[in-house]
């Protein structure tokens, strides 16, 4: 009996912040009574916030307390000392590393009594006193200790969850509900803004489909007459060009059937599209129908996530190729005769291909991409310079200070060491050069072109387009005129080129692509890819060299 008289008096003069023996007790406004140096910390741990509060109550004060010194209570804790009681309770109060401690002691802290749902601490009996005394802390709700009541916590409104949601069996707050509801209202207006753009889009699909199907027949009739016209001129030319008769009604078959499998596969796409837009629409009008909230927040991000569709509509405003090329074509053939043969097959073969019934596809913007259209170049030797000697299967010119034998051919450069590809270039196509030293041009160009016979290389006429790599690092060369580029130097050169879009970009390759130059025209005949070497612009022993890489 005198240990628990002597330990309830030990309790009653403890301070409530420190739970030792009061010192230099004084008293605040409200009653309570702390050691001095505890509730001068504790006030001025709120002088930030100018409003002073007691620990144990929790009442506020507008102005900073003044503190009084009980005299009896320095008495009386004087004479609790002389009976030789410990200032601090038993090990068995304190909290170990598995018990819930208390939240407001400092220092070694008690062990925690009960958790507060609404203050979202854990106290030790004494600290938990104000819950059972104060009016204010009536409505609290209290239960064993636990040190998981952040997981009570909504993470997005930072609001205590007291509700239950059936569907998900996952607890929320009240403003979840709240803002569920108000969500719903803002989205179902976005609902019927979004219907009415996939209404105006499937409207302007459908046109597009109109304008393919019109695309098609007309297509269908100029390649009709183009055969009609090529049988009756091939009968007259039939003792000089039987072969070339064959290949004109072949390549027309052939841009034929390209023509209508890219018609036919935007079509498709088309439809594709306005199935999809309808089922999105369907989809976005039950979502505006239900009234279940949670699934309303689920399904309506995928729902309401149109993007952005590729826009065809201007698809019937595209040129009209067809085959009337063809026709005049093969007259100048038939008048000419076996003098200009070759080189008229080859505008037979553009005027078929010059000119898309669709919109040219957007220019890639990755190499991934790029590469995708890559291709297979070599050089052709009967078009070299003797001062270039070519190598790995004609892919590779080398600048040397010995002419090679080469024999005469009219379409080799006498003066400048250049040389053209083999392959004509028409469509879509990418390749890379990888140069070596500096004085390199990467160059496309027509095949037959006065200039190069005389005083102009490659960017000195209105028929070739050039990119220089020096030590001064990229020019672009076109019509004698001559561009300085900045941009970063990569010993690899990129070439793009839409022939029918009248696209030409050459880039520096390196981790990245970055674009150098951009031309925009329209070719009147095929391309060729070429390479010219100057040592007199930075090397003058020779052994510069440009290779076409392999990309597949």
Known sequence: ??????????????????????????????GHSYCMNCIESHFDEE?????????????TFTTRPVLLKNTMLTVLVEELKKTGVQAAPADRYYAGPEDVACDVCTGRKLKAFKSCLVCLASYCEQHLQPHYESPAFEKHQLLDPSGTLQENICSREEEVMKMLCCADRQCICQSTVSTAMAERTTRRDKIKLSRQRISHRIQQREKDAKALQQEVEMVNHSADKALEESEKISAELIRLVEKRSSDVKREIRSQLNGKLSQIAELQEKTEHKITWLKRKDTGLRKLSRTKDHNEFRRCYPSLARIGRLKD?????????????????????????????????????????????????????????????YSCDITLDPNTANKQLLLSEANR?????????????????????????????????HYWEVEC???????????????GFTSRRGFGGNDMSWAIVFDDSGYKFMYNKNTTTIPGPQSSRIGVYLDHGAGNLSFYSVSDTMTLLHRVKTIFTQPLYAGIGLFPALGVTAGGDSAAFCKLK
């Open 1 to 30: 009996m005198a240990l628990k008289e002597v330990q309830l008096k030990r309790e009653t003069f403890c301070c409530p912040i420190c739970l030792d023996l009061l010192e230099d007790p004084v008293t605040v406004p409200c």
């Open 47 to 59: 002088d930030d916030n100018e409003i002073h509060s007691c620990p144990q109550c929790r009442q």
């Open 312 to 372: 065809f509509s201007a698809v019937n405003k595209s040129p009209v190729v067809h085959f009337e090329g063809v026709t005049g074509t093969l007259s100048e053939v038939r008048d000419e005769l076996e003098e200009a043969l070759r080189e008229k097959w080859t505008n037979i073969s553009l005027g078929m291909t010059k000119v898309d019934v669709l919109l040219p596809d957007p220019e890639p913007k990755t190499r991934d991409e790029f590469l995708k």
């Open 396 to 428: 590779k010119a080398t600048y040397v200070s010995e002419a090679q034998s080469y024999s005469s051919h009219p379409d080799r450069f006498p003066a400048w060491p250049q040389v053209l590809s083999r392959e004509w270039l028409t469509g879509v």
């Open 436 to 450: 070596k030293g500096k004085g390199v041009k990467v160059a496309v160009a027509f095949k037959h072109t006065g």
